[in-house]
């Protein structure tokens, strides 16, 4: 199974919402979402829309996971390349470890942005439908 999530701050900080997808390896889509969040920050989005993303994985029984993100920052985060050094980010963080450690297999891997397009879309038309903007 492949997660794809973005997390989106128009003002950063400022409104933000995530939007992930959850899609078989033959590309089927099993559950995808969009929705606003509280005021924050773009990367503060990003770790939302992951640990929202491993939420929705593990409620439906998935072991095997690839995650797929755009943003570099929270990838190399998650596979130890950088530490979390923003406090802000720290709770989010080991959040989102601890959920990992419950998959069988979980690999994190970088993508462009053009790569993660449904999950981006989702994140800003949640904004666009609330209204909200920078």
Known sequence: MILYCDGASRGNP???SIGYVL???DGKVVHSEGRVLHPGTNNQAEYQALLAGLLAARERGVRNLLVRADSELMIRQMTGRYKV???GLVVCYEQAQKLAREFDSIRFEHVPREKNVHA???ANEALDRSGKSA
Do not use: I, K
């Open 14 to 16: 400022g409104p933000s």
């Open 23 to 25: 899609q078989e390896d």
């Open 85 to 87: 050094r923003n406090p």
């Open 120 to 122: 981006d879309r989702l």
